[in-house]
């Protein structure tokens, strides 16, 4: 698929390209013990996109995310990004997982949640220097989240949680944002917030890929669509791929 955008530096691995960077699968399997869930997939995705995963329950949309993730090892075919194995550059890849899987209560602040983005980069033990603490501020105020930074993550909006993590793969400086069903649980506002966000996020460069259910909003969201129901239906620009056809087949095979 090819994206409109042009002229537009790509962030990430704390390094700024003026190339267009690809995201290719090439044939993925994968699965859990012995149970396929995704067959034979192949798509390409570019850099300044934003690509929702969209599919009924069961279909491999997070088990699709977690083979992007490195969470899951794929049984054949190659991800590449930018012509290289994907695996060689996680550092650019950020996971942000369905807020139900996150222990809320955990005592943490918003801050020391973002914080954590800058591990990779200068370990778990390390002090952060000045250059990590203004990558961190520097998330923190473009996701506004600088008046709450010392606010436990349970006290937080659902709106504001995802901004956190958000901010997170910020100040990881990813390329890649990863999203399981982020839309889930907002209210109206928080929705429009959010979607406003992913589409900044992808104009200055960076592949926003989310899993998501809700056709109505996909393409206010959106710029390319991937239905998929354990293989791939169609992928591409999401107004030529959500149509009643292609619809049907993802959701009511004959």
């Given at each position: 698929?090819?994206?409109?955008?042009?002229?537009?530096?790509?962030?990430?691995?704390?390094?700024?390209?003026?190339?267009?960077?690809?995201?290719?699968?090439?044939?993925?399997?994968?699965?859990?013990?012995?149970?396929?869930?995704?067959?034979?997939?192949?798509?390409?995705?570019?850099?300044?996109?934003?690509?929702?995963?969209?599919?009924?329950n069961?279909?491999?949309k997070?088990?699709l995310?977690?083979?992007?993730?490195?969470?899951?090892?794929?049984?054949?075919?190659?991800?590449?990004?930018?012509?290289?194995?994907?695996?060689?550059?996680?550092?650019?890849?950020?996971?942000?997982?369905?807020?139900?899987?996150?222990?809320?209560?955990?005592?943490?602040?918003?801050?020391q949640?973002?914080?954590?983005?800058?591990?990779?980069?200068v370990?778990?033990?390390?002090?952060?220097?000045?250059h990590?603490?203004?990558i961190?501020?520097?998330?923190?105020?473009?996701?506004?989240?600088?008046?709450?930074?010392?606010?436990?993550?349970?006290?937080?909006?659902?709106g504001q949680?995802?901004?956190?993590?958000?901010?997170?793969?910020?100040?990881?400086?990813?390329?890649?944002?990863?999203?399981?069903?982020?839309?889930?649980?907002?209210?109206?506002?928080?929705?429009?917030?959010?979607?406003?966000?992913?589409?900044?996020?992808?104009?200055?460069?960076?592949?926003?890929?989310?899993?998501?259910h809700?056709?109505?909003?996909?393409?206010?969201i959106?710029?390319?669509?991937?239905?998929?129901?354990?293989?791939?239906?169609?992928?591409?620009?999401?107004q030529?791929?959500?149509?009643?056809?292609?619809?049907?087949?993802?959701?009511?095979?004959?």
């Amino acid at each position: 698929m090819v994206n409109e955008h042009h002229d537009h530096i790509c962030w990430g691995g704390g390094h700024h390209h003026h190339t267009r960077h690809q995201l290719e699968l090439q044939k993925i399997t994968a699965g859990y013990a012995d149970e396929p869930v995704l067959q034979d997939i192949s798509f390409t995705a570019d850099c300044g996109s934003t690509l929702a995963l969209i599919g009924p329950n069961g279909a491999g949309k997070s088990t699709l995310l977690n083979a992007l993730a490195g969470l899951l090892p794929v049984w054949s075919g190659s991800i590449l990004w930018n012509n290289t194995a994907l695996a060689e550059h996680r550092h650019e890849i950020a996971y942000l997982p369905q807020r139900s899987e996150v222990n809320w209560q955990f005592p943490i602040t918003v801050r020391q949640l973002v914080e954590m983005g800058r591990y990779p980069a200068v370990g778990s033990w390390k002090a952060m220097r000045s250059h990590d603490r203004e990558i961190v501020e520097k998330a923190l105020c473009t996701l506004g989240l600088q008046d709450i930074q010392n606010r436990q993550i349970g006290a937080l909006s659902g709106g504001q949680q995802q901004r956190c993590f958000l901010a997170r793969a910020l100040a990881q400086e990813a390329h890649i944002l990863l999203l399981d069903e982020p839309f889930t649980g907002l209210d109206v506002p928080g929705t429009e917030a959010l979607s406003q966000i992913l589409r900044s996020l992808a104009a200055e460069g960076r592949l926003v890929i989310a899993s998501h259910h809700d056709m109505a909003t996909a393409p206010q969201i959106f710029d390319q669509a991937l239905l998929l129901r354990k293989q791939l239906i169609a992928c591409g620009p999401v107004q030529q791929v959500l149509t009643p056809d292609n619809l049907k087949r993802t959701f009511n095979p004959a």
